[in-house]
Every structure is written in C-alpha cells, then in structure tokens.
C-alpha cells in the first residue's frame, strides 16, 4: 500500500537545500547512533548538484561513518560527462574527508549491464550481510524525478520491480545510454526518501505523481517506514498548497 508523500514548498533552491541538510544530519545522527554507520544511496542529474556541494562544505558531517551508494549509473566511462560517478565525485567526494573504502560505485567498465547488475547486487548484500529474501536498508536515499515521471532508471511500462532483484540491468530502446539502476525493492525499504524537484518543467509531472492513483516509477516509491518526502521549489510546486516544516520545533 502507497503512503502518501508530504511535499514541502520552499522559496528557492537555497532554501530547498537547507531543508536536504538537515535532514540529512538528522537522519545521520540517528543510523550512527542505532549502527555506527551512515548509509545512503545518491542520484545523478542537475538537481541535486547543488545540494551535494553544499554537503562537502561541510566538514564536519561523520563522513568517516558516512557509506555512499549510487541509486543508478549509466553505461559509460567514469570520465564521461553523463557519468553519475563523475557528478557525485566532482561536487561532493573530492571535496570531503571520506575513506576510499566507503565509496560503493556501480562498476560499469568493460561488461554487459546484465554483469555490472549482478556485481553490484552481489556487494550490497556482502556490505549488508543479507541473508537470503531480505533486502538492503538504506538510511537515506535522495532522488529525482524526470519529465516522463521516472526515478532512478525505473521508467513505465519496464520490468521495474522484479520481486527477487535488487539491482537491474536498464538496456530500453529509448534510452541513449543502457543503465544500471537499484528497484523499487530497495527505493521503498529505506529509511527515508528525499525527492529533490525544481523548477517549472516539473510542475505537470509532480501533479501527475501526486495522484493517488499515479502508476508513474516515481509514484510507486513510498518508503515501507513511511518517511517519504517531496521537496520542491515554488516554480515546480506552485499548485499545491505549501505545507509548514513539520521538523520545526513548536
């Protein structure tokens, strides 16, 4: 059953990202303080970029306790433009003080998607000592929402939830690149679920996605410990009545 998702309204893409932050302090807090460590799985695109750099201005975050995943990776070079490894590297991990060892990218070099799937699923239940049926608990997760309503690289109408993988090769037609992407398995078993949209293009796809019975990629994810939270700036979410912080304290 889909839990509804709060949507917060904020001014600019400033403010937008203080909100990111503190939720992602507060829910680092929380994981290392219940498992010593802090695991979240990012995603590419120009959204979120400027909330990674304003993460590596922080220096003070537990990143030797901090483990970052990648929510999807396209078939290419890690140098390459659209390399996912390559945005989240160049605006927050060269800019911070992590282990090497707590860096966990797709590995997309030289196989077949169908391989790298494989490889990646494998060391997250090696990282997560999974035992048979059960699925990875990310402690945070930060997504994106594209024109067509996909998230990761789960788009409509593809086999996006197998119930026994948690990783999948991406090979459609459409698609420039093949990709790699986590299901929505995992998407829905983390701890929470941080939406990042922006700007006007958004506006019809965010209300589409809205819809309780919305069957667009990015409606099915809900988090199974209902933390699910759109945040989205004025210009993307101005049909929708601005909802108050509910992390403020009253």
């Not at 099915?220 to 101005?238: E, Q, T």
Request: proline share 6%; net charge positive; charged share 25%.
């Amino acid at each position: 059953m889909k839990t509804p998702k709060k949507i917060f309204i904020f001014d600019d893409h400033r403010s937008l990202c203080e909100a990111a932050l503190k939720q992602w302090q507060e829910a680092a807090q929380q994981a290392i303080a219940q498992n010593s460590r802090f695991t979240v799985a990012l995603s590419g695109g120009k959204t979120p970029v400027a909330f990674y750099q304003k993460l590596a201005r922080h220096p003070d975050l537990p990143w030797t306790k901090t483990h970052i995943f990648w929510v999807d990776e396209r078939f290419v070079d890690s140098s390459h433009e659209e390399s996912n490894y390559r945005l989240i590297r160049e605006s927050l991990i060269q800019h911070i003080t992590i282990p090497a060892v707590n860096i966990h990218p797709v590995f997309v070099g030289g196989g077949k998607p169908r391989d790298s799937a494989k490889n990646y699923e494998g060391r997250l239940r090696k990282f997560f000592s999974l035992p048979k049926g059960d699925v990875p608990e990310f402690d945070f997760v930060v997504l994106g929402i594209g024109a067509d309503g996909h998230t990761a690289s789960l788009f409509q109408g593809d086999l996006i939830d197998p119930f026994d993988r948690f990783v999948i090769p991406v090979t459609l037609s459409h698609l420039k690149y093949k990709r790699v992407s986590l299901t929505l398995s995992v998407l829905n078993s983390a701890r929470e679920v941080v939406f990042l949209v922006t700007g006007e293009s958004k506006t019809a796809i965010l209300k589409a996605i809205a819809q309780e019975d919305s069957q667009l990629p990015a409606a099915l994810v809900h988090s199974k410990h209902r933390n699910c939270s759109i945040l989205a700036d004025k210009p993307a979410a101005h049909s929708f009545k601005k909802v108050p912080d509910h992390r403020k304290k009253k």
